[in-house]
């Protein structure tokens, strides 16, 4: 009986594992699109990564493609993207980038991330405090 509850355990977390590593994949794979969708000045497509409440409050891909333009420069031109760490807070998951601009510069953003029923969407994106360089 010990052996069988121990074998359930360890299947429950190597599937628990495998969802969380599904679930990072797609993630990622979301807003490296909508990076993607950026550098091509694909607004239209880059919007359509957007959550449900980002799609209300912009309107249109235009006004969306403004926004990004004026206030997140680095995603929209970026010249180095790298994935850290993926948390889950409550119903939303937050995944950090490190974005290095065209000038070398990089930039700390967390990305809210929500599961729909149209896959992962972006919920908004939150600039950190910039990374330490050098001593």
Do not use: C
């Not at 891909?61 to 990004?68: A, I, L």
């Not at 950090?96 to 994106?125: C, F, R």
């Amino acid at each position: 009986m010990r052996r069988l509850l121990l074998g359930a355990l360890a299947a429950t977390l190597i599937s628990g594992a495998a969802l969380a590593q599904d679930a990072r994949s797609a993630i990622t794979d979301t807003i490296q699109s909508q990076i993607d969708a950026f550098l091509a000045d694909d607004f239209e497509t880059a919007f359509s990564f957007a959550s449900p409440n980002i799609k209300r409050i912009f309107g249109d891909s235009d006004r969306f493609g403004t926004m990004v333009r004026q206030g997140y420069p680095m995603v929209w031109r970026p010249a180095e993207v790298r994935y850290l760490e993926l948390e889950q807070m409550g119903a939303f998951q937050l995944q950090k980038v490190l974005v290095t601009d065209a000038d070398g510069v990089p930039h700390l953003l967390e990305y809210q991330m929500i599961d729909t029923s149209d896959g992962w969407q972006i919920n908004g994106v939150r600039i950190l405090e910039a990374p330490q360089i050098g001593a």
